[in-house]
């Protein structure tokens, strides 16, 4: 077991390292470049063990020339499970915030094979108004990234502030080809994306993965019951899946 001390440490000198890397065979051994920047479990661990809930997502519940966004993509790994998934025909949608992220997500996106979907990068925040806004880039992985006023203790605070550009979800359907299925990792900010995006939610009823903290369950359990959605624990392994009364920490949202 790595101590936290141990941890820190590593990350804190291995922050600019990137390492090319690739996905399951189920998603075609798709390349994507990795950074313990990101996470030390990109470094070390095998993909069929990072993030299982995720991808078993991908594999169930996106089907072939689907458009795909993937909010808070991060290194993107969920963004490229879903191109190989979706295929030629497809289109897949990164949006993230971090400048040092959105260049790793380009070098990956430009070394997919033919037979997966562009990957078109982003940069830019998703969350409940248009503007600018403070983002703070975590002391710790920068898959912790948040937003001024969210953030959660496994951040360890911000190393840094910086000014980033968000949208909504309306501005997004406005001006981007309509989702069939949206992921959602905003670290603590995704009632005000939710709420700023009842509209178009209820209107295309994409189907929706999305991280939802603890103390944000029962606002997300009642935002996505009004848009006519059912909820699933995306860690649920049963089939048929049963439905949830309440928002898990990996929710699937799928209109009744």
Known sequence: MISTIMRSSIERLTRNWTIKRKLPQSFNSAPIYVSPSAGL???CKSFEKIDQDLLRFCKNHIKPDKVVWDIGAN??????????????????FAFEPDPWLVQLLRKTAIIQPKSAAGIDVIPLGVAGTCGLRQFGLANRSR???????YGQSNSGGAREWTTIYCIDLEWAYQNLPPADVIKIDV??????????GRAALTKWQPIVYVEVSRLHRKQATD????????????????????????????TIAIAK
């Open 41 to 43: 479990s990109y470094l």
């Open 75 to 92: 290194i993107g790994l969920f963004s490229v499970a879903a191109a190989n998934v979706v295929g030629a025909e497809g289109k897949v």
């Open 143 to 149: 898959a912790t990234n948040f937003l001024e006023g």
């Open 187 to 196: 670290e603590g900010a995704e009632i005000e994306l939710l709420e700023a």
């Open 223 to 250: 935002l996505l019951h009004g848009m006519g959605y059912t909820l699933y624990d995306g860690s649920d392994q049963t089939s048929p899946p049963v439905p949830v009364a309440e928002a898990t920490f990996n």
